[in-house]
């Protein structure tokens, strides 16, 4: 039976399968690997600045005010202050950097369909006019998945 159906169980193909998808999904990114080493880095950056308040409230609480230190409480004060609004500048970068990636690899791989359904010939199917616009609303499906 499985002669029928290519020659391998139903296992091995979907394994196959798989690791095929995974792979065209990898090179799909790849134009775009600066963009998305910056956003690691912005969210690393990102990540390290959430851990400031944490131990400047430890300083805060031990040096400034256990020592009476008033110019070193204003300063403490200061910085975390601004760390939030640093913070929330460097998400927004990351959403409109993801969002941006996102919307061009789409973009790709709409392009590349619609290359692929030019090539193919138009005797290739028996329906006539929306078999080259059908193929649009499953890739607007994976748009919606990754934004």
């Known amino acids: 039976m499985h002669r029928l159906m290519g020659g391998m169980p139903p296992a091995e ?11 065209r999904a990898v090179r799909s990114f790849s134009p775009y690997r600066a963009q998305l080493a910056f956003l690691v880095i912005l969210t690393i950056i990102s990540t390290l600045f959430g851990l400031v308040n944490p131990l400047l409230t430890q300083r805060l609480f031990d040096d400034a005010i256990g020592k009476g230190n008033q110019t070193l409480l204003f300063q403490i004060c200061a910085v975390m202050l601004i760390t939030p609004i640093v913070v929330g500048l460097l ?16 973009r790709d791989l709409r392009d ?6 030019q090539k193919m010939p138009c005797s290739s ?23």
């Open 112 to 117: 590349e369909l619609y290359l692929h359904l």
């Open 91 to 106: 998400q927004v970068a990351q959403t409109w950097l993801n969002t941006l990636v996102g919307q061009r690899i789409i």
């Open 13 to 23: 193909r979907t394994r196959k399968g798989d690791f095929s998808t995974v792979r």
């Open 125 to 147: 199917s028996p329906r006539r006019g929306p078999v080259k616009s059908s193929p649009v609303s499953p890739t607007m499906s994976v748009a919606s998945r990754m934004c």
